[in-house]
């Protein structure tokens, strides 16, 4: 089944050669074609150029895009939207001025869901779930990373994980799965928090790989969260059984968590709020892929991570949702950019590079996702009537996506 789109505005993010990541001052640059066609086969993009080149022979399905946009879909390297209810409550307390620390301290954040996730059936915790990805698909998303970490117990992380699988075979998005067991301290583990980092190594983590429920693994290695130490033996032990590491680091803290991450050649090392020059250092001596959550920042009215600080080092950037309902109640990839632009003064290409290319790398895709390149997956969609690509962080809070296609097919 070949599918034409024809007339394109620009086809942007384009790629001859696969390239693995976008870093430092190429990060300002977005190849783009205007005026393109995009040839699709089956589930894989297998041509395009400018319209003077435009195949003449009559395909199985055209499409007139009508002088817009065409971009790759984004890729959502850091989630955890399998969680139930909601946390408005802590949100108001927030408000009034309890930190997210204070929050936790006294049972609130991380502990809240897990105490919901734990009762909730695989059902009910599956069914909110894919109602999330399918209002992030209509946002732009192709491909989402999704976190455990609301389990607790073993029983209710392999519950999550399990969700996590189902969604990956009944969604059309390209789905990546990561073992949290070390997202926070069970209540009863509060005196003993190298207990329960005993029983992530020795009971979760065999099981989780014996059911091959995991791409990933990640830890909140932060301060009152898990030490550098506790977090070095956990990815030791995950990487012995292929789950490679991708973890939250220096949100609240110069943790130590980007050096441990790097230590073991993580995919990614993601929040970095507190990270100096030391942390650029390491990170600029590794094939680590810095991600920012521009959203939690956001939400819990943080201090900014330094990306142009990162970017003149010649560093890459990542930037994903983080939808969790503490920290950043939304999956919707376009507010990052906005977020990324007016926050963190990234260009709207800087910020596309980061929500694409280097996210695709943040979750280990960017080998069929995260550009318009021959052989990747189609995945990718038409923009409504917009002027320019800067409008897309521009025109903040509405949706500019017109037309969604996934694996070829046309979703939305
Ligand atoms: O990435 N920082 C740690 N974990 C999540 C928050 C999860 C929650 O508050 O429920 C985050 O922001
Ligand atoms: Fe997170």
Same mark, same amino acid.
Not at 223 to 236: A, C, H, N, Y
């Given at each position: 089944?070949?599918?034409? #789109?024809?007339? &394109? =505005?620009? !086809?942007?993010?384009? *790629?001859?050669? %696969? @390239?693995?990541?976008?870093?430092?001052?190429?990060?300002?640059?977005?190849?783009?074609?205007?005026?393109?066609?995009?040839?699709?086969?089956?589930?894989?993009?297998?041509?395009?150029?400018?319209?003077?080149?435009?195949?003449?022979?009559?395909?199985?399905?055209?499409?007139?895009?009508?002088?817009?946009?065409?971009?790759?879909?984004?890729?959502?390297?850091?989630?955890?939207?399998?969680?139930?209810?909601?946390?408005?409550?802590?949100? #108001?307390?927030? &408000? =009034?001025? !309890?930190?997210?620390? *204070?929050?936790? %301290? @006294?049972?609130?954040?991380?502990?809240?869901?897990?105490?919901?996730?734990?009762?909730?059936?695989?059902?009910?915790?599956?069914?909110?779930?894919?109602?999330?990805?399918?209002?992030?698909?209509?946002?732009?998303?192709?491909?989402?990373?999704?976190?455990?970490?609301?389990?607790?117990?073993?029983?209710?992380?392999?519950?999550?994980?399990?969700?996590?699988?189902?969604?990956?075979?009944?969604?059309?998005?390209?789905?990546?799965?990561?073992?949290?067991?070390?997202?926070?301290?069970?209540?009863?583990?509060?005196?003993?928090?190298?207990?329960?980092?005993?029983?992530?190594?020795?009971?979760?983590?065999?099981?989780?790989?014996?059911?091959?429920?995991?791409?990933?693994?990640?830890?909140?290695?932060?301060?009152?969260?898990?030490?550098?130490?506790?977090?070095?033996?956990?990815?030791?032990?995950?990487?012995?059984?292929?789950?490679?590491?991708?973890?939250?680091?220096?949100?609240?803290?110069?943790?130590?968590?980007?050096?441990?991450?790097?230590?073991?050649?993580?995919?990614?090392?993601?929040?970095?709020?507190?990270?100096?020059?030391?942390?650029?250092?390491?990170?600029?001596?590794?094939?680590?892929?810095?991600?920012?959550?521009?959203?939690?920042?956001?939400?819990?009215?943080?201090?900014?991570?330094?990306?142009?600080?990162?970017?003149?080092?010649?560093?890459?950037?990542?930037?994903?949702?983080?939808?969790?309902?503490?920290?950043?109640?939304?999956?919707?990839?376009?507010?990052?950019?906005?977020?990324?632009?007016?926050?963190?003064?990234?260009?709207?290409?800087?910020?596309?590079?980061?929500?694409?290319?280097?996210?695709?790398?943040?979750?280990?895709?960017?080998?069929?996702?995260?550009?318009?390149?021959?052989?990747?997956?189609?995945?990718?969609?038409?923009?409504?009537?917009?002027?320019?690509?800067?409008?897309?962080?521009?025109?903040?809070?509405?949706?500019?996506?017109?037309?969604?296609?996934?694996?070829?097919?046309?979703?939305?």
């Amino acid at each position: 089944m070949k599918t034409l #789109i024809k007339n &394109i =505005k620009s !086809l942007v993010q384009v *790629e001859d050669k %696969k @390239r693995l990541a976008v870093c430092g001052e190429d990060m300002a640059k977005l190849p783009s074609i205007d005026n393109a066609y995009l040839l699709v086969n089956d589930d894989k993009i297998e041509d395009f150029g400018t319209m003077n080149d435009c195949p003449k022979e009559k395909f199985d399905k055209e499409i007139d895009a009508k002088n817009r946009f065409v971009l790759p879909s984004f890729c959502d390297s850091h989630t955890h939207l399998v969680y139930s209810g909601s946390r408005e409550i802590e949100y #108001i307390d927030k &408000i =009034k001025g !309890l930190s997210y620390e *204070e929050i936790a %301290k @006294r049972g609130g954040g991380i502990v809240n869901s897990a105490l919901r996730v734990q009762k909730a059936s695989e059902e009910e915790l599956y069914d909110d779930a894919m109602q999330r990805l399918n209002s992030m698909i209509k946002m732009g998303t192709g491909a989402v990373e999704i976190k455990s970490g609301y389990g607790f117990t073993t029983e209710a992380e392999l519950k999550m994980l399990r969700v996590i699988k189902k969604l990956k075979e009944n969604s059309p998005l390209t789905i990546k799965s990561t073992f949290l067991g070390a997202h926070g301290v069970p209540l009863e583990y509060r005196d003993n928090v190298d207990g329960f980092v005993d029983k992530v190594i020795n009971e979760m983590i065999p099981k989780v790989a014996q059911e091959n429920l995991a791409e990933f693994i990640d830890v909140f290695c932060d301060k009152g969260f898990f030490t550098v130490e506790q977090t070095d033996r956990m990815l030791f032990a995950g990487m012995k059984y292929g789950l490679k590491p991708k973890i939250h680091a220096n949100e609240l803290d110069y943790s130590g968590g980007i050096e441990v991450g790097v230590k073991y050649n993580a995919l990614s090392v993601d929040h970095l709020e507190y990270t100096g020059k030391k942390e650029i250092a390491c990170l600029k001596a590794s094939q680590t892929m810095p991600t920012i959550l521009p959203g939690a920042a956001f939400f819990l009215n943080m201090k900014y991570c330094p990306a142009r600080d990162m970017i003149m080092a010649g560093l890459p950037i990542a930037m994903a949702s983080d939808f969790n309902p503490g920290s950043s109640p939304s999956g919707n990839m376009q507010l990052i950019l906005t977020f990324a632009c007016v926050n963190y003064k990234l260009t709207p290409q800087e910020a596309l590079n980061a929500t694409t290319m280097n996210s695709a790398y943040a979750m280990d895709v960017v080998d069929e996702l995260g550009s318009i390149c021959k052989g990747k997956k189609a995945n990718f969609y038409i923009t409504k009537d917009i002027p320019t690509i800067e409008y897309m962080p521009y025109f903040y809070g509405e949706n500019k996506i017109d037309r969604v296609f996934l694996n070829g097919k046309e979703i939305v």
